[in-house]
């Protein structure tokens, strides 16, 4: 790399080395790499395609594309993506929020009214519950994760879109939800079986935080966890809707009606996969 690399040209080299380590959308991954370090939108660096690239810009560029070429998540390389149309600060303390989750998002808000409290277990960066708190604002919710390093990328999450006042964040296990009844329980626990995880894209096995991501019994034991805790931290009424893994519906269904949980429902994903499972305190 030199003087002589216009943007143009930058772009291009990233993306052919982007496939060549296996990227799936080389080209969009270079240029929201390149638009991050260059401080420029998308269309920015087309308006810039020509312009030549200093020593500086270089020196900036060449470690995150090598970053990126050993796999390493691009929301990491850039602090930050995006969920339910909101920017959320990531960091490998916590998972990348994916936007089959809002799936859990639109489920819970069909199900809520005009005011009650909602538990958010394992929130991560917070993505779930602080989209809720901005769609609910008569509401108050709380957000419980194991993790401190991942409760702090919450609560500055919850503090950047002014909802800190109404989500408290709780440090604790989903063995045992704080003692209070709830309205809404949402849940993305971990959910992948052990045996699957040498099957998992490199950008989750060597990067994401390995706690968040894997769960005993087949990954079904934090939907066991928290199903059996349902009828004792729900209000008469209230529901359980928990994200699962696209062969768990079935299992998942079965936890549920044995905690005497009722109106149990499978609600599949815009690729036609279940994605959440919900179930109703009698």
């Given at each position: 790399m030199s003087d002589a690399w216009t943007l143009l040209k930058m772009l291009d080299w990233i993306t052919e080395f982007f496939a060549d380590k296996g990227i799936d959308n080389p080209r969009l991954d270079a240029q929201l790499l390149l638009a991050h370090l260059l401080q420029l939108d998308r269309v920015g660096l087309y308006l810039n395609y020509d312009r030549p690239l200093s020593a500086e810009e270089l020196d900036r560029i060449r470690p995150l594309v090598k970053r990126r070429g050993q796999r390493e998540p691009l929301q990491y390389l850039l602090g930050g993506t995006e969920f339910w149309s909101l920017a959320f600060e990531v960091s490998p303390a916590v998972l990348i929020p994916r936007a089959d989750t809002e799936i859990l998002v639109e489920e819970a808000l069909s199900r809520a009214g005009e005011r009650g409290c909602l538990l958010d277990v394992g929130t991560g960066s917070g993505a779930i519950v602080i989209s809720l708190a901005t769609e609910l604002p008569d509401w108050q919710l709380v957000g419980l994760d194991i993790s401190t390093a991942a409760l702090a990328v919450a609560i500055r999450n919850a503090e950047k879109h002014g909802v800190a006042e109404r989500v408290e964040m709780l440090h604790g296990d989903l063995a045992k939800l704080p003692e209070r009844r709830y309205d809404l329980i949402v849940a993305n626990p971990p959910y992948i079986d052990p045996e699957e995880w040498p099957e998992l894209m490199p950008e989750v096995r060597c990067y994401e935080p390995r706690e968040a991501l894997?769960?005993?019994?087949?990954?079904?034991?934090?939907?066991?966890?928290?199903?059996?805790?349902?009828?004792?931290?729900?209000?008469?009424?209230?529901?359980?809707?928990?994200?699962?893994?696209?062969?768990?519906?079935?299992?998942?269904?079965?936890?549920?009606?044995?905690?005497?949980?009722?109106?149990?429902?499978?609600?599949?994903?815009?690729?036609?996969?279940?994605?959440?499972?919900?179930?109703?305190?009698?």
């Open positions: 894997l769960a005993a019994d087949r990954g079904l034991a934090c939907y066991h966890k928290l199903a059996v805790q349902a009828t004792d931290r729900l209000v008469p009424g209230g529901w359980l809707l928990v994200e699962i893994g696209y062969r768990q519906s079935e299992a998942v269904r079965q936890l549920f009606a044995a905690a005497g949980l009722t109106e149990i429902f499978v609600r599949n994903d815009y690729a036609d996969r279940p994605r959440v499972v919900g179930g109703r305190c009698p």
